[in-house]
């Protein structure tokens, strides 16, 4: 009888120990659940609510359904962005990557002016982006640009890089590069250095050669940081508003209109915050989509350990 009420009793205590322990948990993760509701998840509803509505001449919201999404449908302009978003995303990102991994790769061996090797690398990651924009422009400026000056002093005649819908670009995918590829070096680099030496070691006592131990080995090792960089690559491939508003406002004729200027553009330049909101569900859609493939895809191919 005693051995009973002492195993209630111990009960007891462990449930209220366990109670105040998820309270405490939870009083500490109010915080950023708050944070994360009221600038991340709140948004989002709010914007695919306002996706199914239009305002009204009188300020008024009416729900009109899926009006905003045929409109979108049927939109030239939209299937222009997005295209152009498409063939800008494919041409930065596995360049930014392949870059940072040579880069990495690089400054990870021991040689005389490796620290100031990985800072001119690093460098441009740091500065800020309507900076980069007006290095870049004065790079392509037609005329008395750097690039068109270098051009003339070999005898060839200068070029509207930006003006001309065959290379603006090509132009804005190149800056992008340079300023990203230094960021994903550092977590390249990090990832390089905590790949065990034993395994080289191991490697060039079976006869590997290097380019073998980099192909089987690191590379393998280093599919975790490169899926984590292609992510962010193409969520930032998706997002360049602050370069176009400086360089070319979308210009010319949409050539260099990316999905996000374009939902800048409509909502604040147009006024028609519905439709900004069906383009960035769209948006939001579309990067979903994408990383949750690349996560099923390329999880199963690789190497955490």
Not at 168 to 196: D, H, N, R
């Amino acid at each position: 009888m005693v051995s009973a009420v002492m195993s209630a009793v111990e009960s007891k205590a462990i449930r209220r120990r366990n109670w105040q322990t998820n309270i405490n948990a939870w009083l500490l993760l109010l915080p950023a659940v708050v944070l994360l509701a009221a600038f991340t998840h709140y948004p989002i509803l709010s914007t695919i609510y306002h996706s199914f509505h239009s305002l009204s001449r009188g300020g008024t919201s009416e729900f009109v359904g899926l009006e905003n999404y045929t409109f979108m449908l049927e939109d030239d302009v939209f299937w222009q962005v997005l295209r152009n978003n498409i063939i800008f995303a494919l041409a930065t990102v596995p360049t930014s990557i392949g870059l940072a991994l040579l880069m990495a790769v690089w400054v990870d061996k021991k040689m005389a002016g490796r620290s100031f090797l990985r800072l001119a690398f690093f460098t441009p990651t740091v500065l800020p982006m309507i900076a980069v924009a007006n290095i870049w422009l004065f790079f392509y400026t037609p005329g008395y640009g750097l690039l068109d000056q270098f051009l003339k002093s070999l005898g060839f005649s200068g070029h509207n890089w930006l003006g001309d819908p065959s290379t603006v670009m090509s132009c804005l995918a190149v800056m992008v590069v340079w300023k990203e590829a230094g960021f994903f070096m550092i977590f390249y680099l990090a990832a390089l250095q905590t790949i065990p030496p034993e395994l080289k070691e191991a490697a060039q006592v079976e006869g590997a050669s290097r380019w073998y131990f980099f192909r089987r080995v690191t590379l393998p090792l280093l599919m975790p940081t490169t899926l984590f960089i292609s992510i962010n690559a193409l969520i930032n491939s998706f997002k360049l508003v602050d370069q176009l508003v400086i360089m070319t406002k979308g210009g010319p004729n949409n050539a260099s209109s990316l999905l996000l200027y374009y939902i800048y553009e409509v909502a604040f330049t147009f006024q028609d915050t519905a439709f900004a909101a069906t383009l960035t569900v769209t948006l939001i859609a579309i990067l979903a989509g994408v990383a949750l493939t690349k996560f099923v895809y390329l999880d199963r191919r690789i190497h955490y350990q």
